[in-house]
């Protein structure tokens, strides 16, 4: 797959993985286990571009006498999910589009 759109997918997903609720990388990576298999050295940096973004938010809770960063969606993430639905749309247009030649050799 395209470096450029995986990078692109996997930030809607992080995004998408604390719409609900706040949440902290281990459990982000284990929300995302069923649909997308992410490390750890893959989500901070995701974590860190998405904050310079604006698109989350992070603050920091005790747990168990350590610091828990726990991330928050903003507004503009929302935004960002909103849009890139839409984009999908486009997307699955030029797929269907991409295999309509194969469909038809079947």
């Known amino acids: 797959?395209?470096?450029?759109?995986?990078?692109?997918?996997?930030?809607?997903?992080?995004?998408?993985?604390?719409?609900?609720?706040?949440?902290?990388?281990?459990?982000?990576?284990?929300?995302?286990?069923?649909?997308?298999?992410?490390?750890?050295?893959?989500?901070?940096?995701?974590?860190?571009?998405?904050?310079?973004?604006?698109l989350l938010t992070v603050h920091a809770v005790e747990h168990n006498g350590r610091l828990r960063k726990y991330y928050h969606i903003t507004e503009a993430g929302r935004a960002r999910i909103a849009a890139f639905a839409e984009e999908w749309k486009e997307i699955m247009s030029i797929y269907q589009f991409v295999v309509r030649g194969e469909q038809k050799h079947e």
């Open 1 to 54: 797959m395209d470096i450029q759109l995986k990078r692109g997918l996997l930030d809607v997903c992080v995004l998408a993985a604390i719409q609900d609720t706040d949440s902290y990388g281990y459990q982000i990576i284990k929300d995302m286990k069923p649909y997308v298999s992410i490390s750890e050295s893959t989500l901070y940096p995701i974590l860190r571009r998405l904050e310079a973004a604006e």
